[in-house]
């Protein structure tokens, strides 16, 4: 060792830069044997009904068609080279098939909606029945206007997108389903679901439930408000701080008219307002619309007396980057010193956590 580094000391330039040009060969082998080592070959082949002429290949990142698989005689083969872990489906608009390229071979039969291949695929098939067969009853239940059996149908989806995570903890699976999943869990379950030494953490479908964990952290108890200025419904700039960290309970309520939950939403908002108001709570609204009018009517329906603001930029307000609002409705509770003391609470949880704090 110690006549390597005397070499490197006292060898000639051109010496030492050939070193270097060996060391980036080298290094530049590694990175593409690596490189290649996550490479896989898709091989997928089966049967459908004769009627059909042509298959599309999906990449469910990007969303888009990367391959037509030519039918011949109700039969199709599919082969190349994929990312390895990478989500496909593979199918036509009535019926498509979900898949992991892990290099294992995959056969489907249409006429028979089957599925075989590793043990992954084969899991990943049985998940994807059972919610498709979810969404199709939702979506029954939703043209009959049956409401009950929708509530009852939508958590039972829930349910499952959430065990699809929490069953494969151990696998790529929970990719797909995570960014529907972290909708229904609170800060501790993503931050438990989304450690990074999640096989799953990393995988570009993952991405959006990243950032929800990040938007999570910013509305975290025990953090200070974020201060934004934009203009209330009469037209004035006004900041978050001349309510906020001024010695009273400020509820900020994020929404937006168009969506019909927002609507559902501020019986909830109204009723803190109208029984703590009095009592020391402020409750100011953040509207993520962009129809002006719209905006003030929907004020003047919903018989919102509180202040509301808003910049009219939709998903490109301020508020979506400084308190990491990606969907509506949303909460935050912050303290009478400009802590914040909580978030996302819904339904009778708003009112409860309310009462306590003013009692």
């Given at each position: 060792?110690k006549?390597?580094?005397?070499?490197?000391?006292f060898?000639?330039?051109?010496?030492?830069t050939?070193?270097?040009?060996?060391?980036?060969?080298?290094?530049?082998?590694?990175?593409?044997?690596?490189?290649?080592?996550?490479?896989?070959?898709?091989?997928?082949e089966?049967?459908?009904?004769?009627?059909?002429?042509t298959l599309?290949?999906?990449d469910?990142?990007?969303?888009?068609?990367?391959?037509?698989?030519i039918?011949?005689?109700?039969?199709?083969?599919?082969?190349?080279?994929?990312?390895k872990?990478?989500?496909?489906?593979?199918?036509?608009r009535?019926?498509?098939?979900?898949?992991?390229?892990?290099?294992?071979?995959?056969?489907?039969n249409f006429?028979?909606?089957?599925?075989?291949?590793?043990?992954?695929?084969e899991?990943?098939?049985?998940?994807?029945?059972?919610?498709?067969a979810?969404?199709?009853?939702m979506?029954?239940?939703?043209?009959?206007?049956?409401?009950?059996?929708?509530?009852?149908?939508r958590?039972?989806?829930?349910?499952?997108?959430?065990q699809a995570?929490?069953?494969?903890?151990?696998?790529?699976?929970?990719?797909?389903y995570?960014?529907?999943?972290?909708?229904?869990?609170?800060?501790?379950?993503?931050?438990?679901?989304?450690?990074?030494?999640?096989?799953?953490?990393?995988?570009?479908?993952?991405?959006?439930?990243r950032?929800?964990?990040q938007d999570y952290?910013?509305?975290?108890?025990?953090?200070?408000?974020?201060?934004?200025?934009?203009?209330?419904?009469?037209?004035?700039?006004?900041?978050?701080?001349?309510?906020c960290?001024k010695?009273?309970?400020?509820?900020?309520?994020?929404?937006?008219?168009?969506?019909?939950?927002c609507?559902?939403?501020?019986?909830?908002?109204?009723?803190c307002?109208?029984m703590f108001?009095d009592?020391?709570?402020?409750?100011?609204?953040?509207?993520?619309?962009?129809?002006?009018?719209?905006?003030?009517?929907?004020?003047?329906?919903?018989?919102?007396?509180?202040?509301?603001?808003?910049?009219?930029?939709?998903?490109?307000s301020?508020?979506?980057?400084a308190?990491?609002?990606h969907?509506?409705?949303?909460?935050?509770?912050?303290?009478?010193?400009?802590?914040?003391v909580?978030?996302?609470?819904?339904?009778?949880a708003?009112?409860?956590?309310?009462?306590?704090?003013?009692?």
């Amino acid at each position: 060792m110690k006549k390597l580094k005397l070499f490197c000391i006292f060898a000639p330039s051109n010496a030492l830069t050939d070193m270097k040009k060996l060391f980036s060969i080298c290094l530049m082998v590694t990175l593409l044997t690596i490189a290649k080592a996550q490479q896989v070959t898709l091989n997928i082949e089966g049967s459908v009904p004769t009627e059909i002429q042509t298959l599309t290949l999906t990449d469910m990142v990007t969303q888009q068609a990367v391959d037509t698989i030519i039918v011949i005689n109700g039969h199709f083969q599919c082969q190349r080279n994929t990312e390895k872990n990478q989500f496909f489906s593979i199918g036509t608009r009535g019926l498509t098939f979900l898949l992991i390229s892990d290099g294992t071979p995959i056969n489907i039969n249409f006429n028979k909606g089957a599925l075989k291949g590793s043990s992954l695929n084969e899991r990943l098939h049985r998940y994807d029945l059972h919610v498709s067969a979810l969404d199709m009853a939702m979506q029954y239940a939703y043209m009959a206007q049956d409401r009950q059996k929708l509530d009852s149908l939508r958590t039972a989806w829930q349910k499952t997108m959430k065990q699809a995570v929490v069953e494969n903890a151990d696998n790529i699976i929970p990719a797909y389903y995570i960014n529907e999943a972290a909708y229904f869990c609170d800060y501790d379950e993503m931050k438990q679901l989304l450690s990074p030494d999640k096989p799953y953490y990393n995988h570009p479908l993952a991405r959006q439930a990243r950032t929800m964990l990040q938007d999570y952290e910013l509305k975290m108890p025990g953090k200070p408000f974020v201060d934004m200025e934009m203009s209330d419904s009469f037209g004035r700039m006004r900041r978050l701080s001349e309510w906020c960290g001024k010695g009273h309970y400020v509820l900020l309520h994020f929404w937006n008219s168009n969506f019909a939950p927002c609507r559902k939403d501020m019986e909830h908002i109204a009723y803190c307002y109208e029984m703590f108001h009095d009592k020391g709570l402020e409750v100011i609204g953040v509207s993520f619309d962009t129809n002006k009018q719209q905006w003030l009517r929907s004020i003047n329906e919903l018989k919102m007396v509180w202040p509301q603001l808003s910049d009219l930029k939709g998903e490109m307000s301020i508020a979506t980057e400084a308190w990491g609002i990606h969907s509506f409705p949303a909460n935050v509770l912050i303290g009478p010193d400009g802590i914040i003391v909580a978030s996302n609470l819904y339904n009778g949880a708003l009112e409860d956590k309310v009462e306590e704090l003013l009692k």
